[in-house]
Structure formats: C-alpha cells, structure tokens
C-alpha cells in the first residue's frame, strides 16, 4: 500500500494560482472564461514528483476567443464545449483517464459518463496507441546508437508505459497516472523476475481497479 | 593539438545533429521528434558542453538550453522556446495535431539557429578544447 496524500480541491487552486502568478497570468480570469476546470494527471491523484507539471483540461466557453497562455509549472490543454461532447474526444485516451482520474475544480463534467460508453469496434484509442508503440520503437532503433545510456534507459521506460497503457486500452480500462504504471510493473518484475517482459501477462493490478474514482469506468 | 581537433568534431556533431534533426522533421511522427531530441542531449553531453544528470527532469531541452556550456544568444528567449518546443511534441496519449508539429518546427529552427550560432563562435575563438571546468559556460544552478 502507498502512503499517498491525496491533495484537496483548495490545495489544486492554490498550486494553479501560485504557478499561474509566478508567470504574470491571471487564474481567476482562466476560471472565469471557462465552463470546466479539471486536474488530473499523477498531482490530481497525489502521486506526482517535485517535477510533475499540473496538468489541467480547460473547458472554453462557446462562442469565446480565449487566448491560450503558457505558465510554466502547469500543462493547460483547451478544448471548446463542443470539442468535449464530440465522439472523438469521449473516445480519447484522455478524455477516458480524465473520466476517472479527474478532478473537477470547476464545473459538473456530464461528459464523463458518456466518456468510453461510446467506445465502439474498432478500439480507436488502442489503435492510435499502438500506432505510437510502433513509431516508437522504429525511433529508437534509427537512433539508438546516438543516444547515451540515460536517454536509452528513459525511452524503453517511455515504451514500456506506453505498451502497459495499450494493454489497458485493449481492455477497456482507464489510463491511470504514470507512478501507477510503474508500481504495477515493479510489482510484476518482483513477482515474476522478468521486468519489461511481464506487461505481456494478463494479470491487471488491483491498485488500478482500487484508485480510480468513477468504478463504472473501470 | 589532437585533443582541440577532438573537442571540434565533437561540436560539429552537435550541428549535424541539428541540421539532420530539421531536415528529417516530420510533423506526423512526434516519436521520433521525442527521440532525436534525446540525440542531440547526447551529443552535447558527449561534446562535453553538457553535464549529464541524474535528475529526469533534466534530460529535458529546455534545461540543456538553459545549463549548455556554450555562448547561445539570447539564452532566456531560447529557454522558453525549448520549453515550449517539449510541450508541444509531448502531448499527453502522444498524438500531437499537426498544427502544434508545426509549430514545435519553427521553434526547433529558432533553437537550432542559436545553437549552431554558440558554436560557431566557440569554434572561431578556438576555444573547442575548453570545458566546462574552464568557468566559460553560463550554468545557471
């Protein structure tokens, strides 16, 4: 079991703001051109290092210009109200991991319900995570030998999460945070003393089954 | 003698790295963005114009921009725009649109602008075979 400390709803506002100041823009004129505020990433489930960003899903207005600013410390993804009803973004890797993971600071996020329901044949999210997979792996097998022992180390880890998230994906199951990819691969390596090559068992760990915070997504 | 040629090669790399990373640019394969990237850090580290760290973070561009051992101009503009240049190819579910690669194009020609400029002015000073011990590098932590 982790000790996690899970952060509140005050505590997310307090972070955006702060980072928010510290870039000279102002949060509370974000929050008020905007219909939906949501966290989510590893900070939204408290599982975040000293280097996570705060990643936050910006819900727009319809009908508003909203200028998109840049404030270091936080990774601001817009999307319109339109955008959030459309098949191709309830069908989206993201939308499913916001779904379940989010935190909604602002809003009521009526979406989510409808977030994967609409998934149909094929799975567009794994198809399109598969796709990356591959393009992926042919990356780093042109540029392999260009890169130092760290960077090498840093890709496989980015292409073993990634094939865990497909397996996921495969199963109709919500991404959750990346520490949670890496506690089930730790636990898989431990227990059966073959790292990487354990994401190909079928085994889903009961932690991704515990944290997620809308059950009927999972 | 030998050990400048060495520290100039190494600086070379540097730049056909860049030029190589740019002429390659396909705004519909933000992987292999992300991997080239990792390529051209080694190359600085291998140059010996970057210290390699174990922080993760640090493997990011716009930290190398900002600790590189070389003369890049307008260092603070180059930051932030290697900053952005990461966010853009690192969107989350990896499949940035092609509008944001477009984008991430234009800042990766700005960076490598910079980049290549630093070491034409490190090379013609002559000062290829000096490293970072030598108190030239703006590291900024």
């Not at chain 1, 899970?6 to 702060?18: G, Q, W, Y």
């Not at chain 2, 390659?24 to 140059?47: C, H, K």
């Not at chain 2, 602008?113 to 030239?136: F, N, P, T, Y």
Request: hydrophobic letters at 40%.
């Amino acid at each position: 079991m982790t000790n996690r400390q899970v952060p509140t709803d005050k505590e997310l506002v307090a972070r955006a703001t702060m980072l928010a100041c510290r870039a000279g823009v102002d949060w509370s004129l974000i929050a008020s051109q905007c219909t939906e505020l949501v966290v989510f990433g590893s900070r939204a489930a408290g599982l975040e290092t000293p280097f996570s960003d705060l990643d936050v899903l910006v819900v727009r207005k319809r009908g508003l210009a909203m200028p998109r600013p840049r404030v270091r410390g936080i990774d601001l993804v817009f999307r319109t109200e339109d955008e959030i009803l459309s098949v191709e973004w309830l069908k989206s890797e993201m939308a499913g991991h916001i779904a379940a993971y989010g935190r909604w600071l602002q809003g009521s996020g009526r979406w989510r319900n409808n977030a994967w329901a609409v998934r149909g044949e094929p799975n567009e999210a794994a198809e399109a995570k598969r796709r990356r997979i591959s393009r992926l792996a042919e990356a780093l097998h042109n540029h392999w030998d260009r890169l130092t022992p760290d960077f090498r180390r840093r890709n496989l880890t980015t292409l073993r999460r990634e094939k865990q998230r497909l397996q996921l994906l495969q199963s109709g199951i919500a991404i959750p945070p990346t520490r949670l990819l890496d506690m089930w691969a730790e636990h898989n390596s431990a227990r059966n003393c073959c790292g990487v090559h354990a994401l190909s068992g079928t085994d889903l760990p009961e932690i991704l089954l515990e944290t997620a915070t809308q059950p009927e997504l999972v | 003698m030998a050990k400048s040629k060495t520290a100039a090669e190494s600086l070379s790399v540097i730049c056909d790295e860049l030029r190589s990373f740019l002429e390659a640019f396909d705004p519909g394969d933000a992987e292999d963005a992300q991997v080239r990237t990792g390529a051209l850090i080694s190359s600085m580290i291998r140059a010996g114009v970057l210290k390699e760290s174990p922080s993760v973070k640090n493997f990011r561009l716009h930290i190398a921009m900002e600790r590189v051992h070389l003369p890049v101009p307008n260092r603070e503009e180059i930051v932030a725009r290697a900053e952005m240049f990461h966010d853009l190819v690192n969107s989350y579910g990896g499949e940035p649109d092609e509008d944001d690669m477009e984008m991430a194009r234009t800042l990766l020609e700005e960076i490598a602008d910079a980049l290549i400029s630093a070491i034409s002015v490190r090379m013609k000073k002559g000062q290829a075979s000096l490293h970072m011990s030598d108190g030239i590098g703006e590291e900024t932590e």
